[in-house]
């Protein structure tokens, strides 16, 4: 859904680099979800926020992954290092009485 | 535990009716989400349950049996672009969503 906007859309990187992913919700939305997918398997939970506080990180690497909400209007994911099998689509999703998804960041690790 | 349960794969005729089940059991329940997924593409929402009874939306139709921990999603008069994965997800206690591993649904001529 297009209210929801991610960027980059697409990222090809280097083993070892750092990538940050952002995530703009929607206004008045006060959850937040980060998920991965490969071609393997469904949505994968890496981490949510609720009114900014994180609430759930446990599906997260925690050696390189690292998920904030600086304020109401941007969400991030960064991952240092990154390695090829971080390749995959991560998906934020804005979630309110509804919830939307942002149209994915492609990320490409070799 | 939690856990949701969709059919992996379903098969239907253009111009058809399809119906997609969902059973859950979670701790807690705030509302049933679909999603639409085509190949490539992010979920899509289709539509939003917290309330037992039918929703409609045009060709789709959502229903939820809270007491049954059922939903199902309806297709009517099938068309080819209707071809994707379909996600059923329960928002669960905490404000988690729990997700099926989604149905994948193919339209034939």
């Known amino acids: 859904d297009a209210r929801v906007t991610q960027t980059p859309r697409h990222k090809v990187t280097e083993m070892g680099q750092e990538v940050t992913m952002r995530c703009q919700p929607i206004?008045?939305?006060?959850?937040v979800f980060w998920y991965r997918q490969t071609m393997m398997q469904g949505l994968e939970l890496l981490a949510y926020?609720?009114?900014?506080?994180?609430?759930?990180d446990s599906g997260m690497p925690k050696d390189r992954f690292s998920a904030e909400m600086p304020d109401a209007t941007l969400a991030t994911l960064k991952i240092q290092p990154s390695e090829p099998r971080d390749s995959a689509v991560y998906f934020c999703?804005?979630?309110?009485?509804?919830?939307?998804f942002g149209q994915g960041t492609r990320l490409t690790v070799v | 535990g939690q856990n949701i349960d969709q059919p992996t794969e379903m098969t239907a005729t253009e111009g058809a009716i399809v119906q997609i089940n969902c059973t859950y059991q979670?701790?807690?329940?705030?509302?049933l989400f679909w999603y639409q997924q085509h190949a490539g593409e992010a979920p899509t929402f289709l539509s939003y349950?917290?309330l037992d009874g039918l929703e409609e939306k045009g060709r789709f139709s959502s229903f939820l049996s809270r007491s049954k921990g059922y939903s199902y999603l309806l297709l009517k008069e099938l068309q080819m672009k209707d071809s994707a994965s379909y996600l059923c997800?329960?928002?669960?206690?905490?404000?988690?969503?729990?997700w099926g591993a989604g149905t994948k649904l193919i339209i034939k001529p």
């Open positions: 999703a804005s979630v309110g009485p509804e919830a939307f």
């Open positions: 997800a329960v928002r669960g206690s905490n404000y988690q969503l729990i």
């Open positions: 349950n917290v």
């Open positions: 979670t701790s807690g329940f705030n509302g």
């Open positions: 926020f609720r009114n900014r506080a994180p609430l759930d």
């Open positions: 206004l008045g939305h006060n959850t």
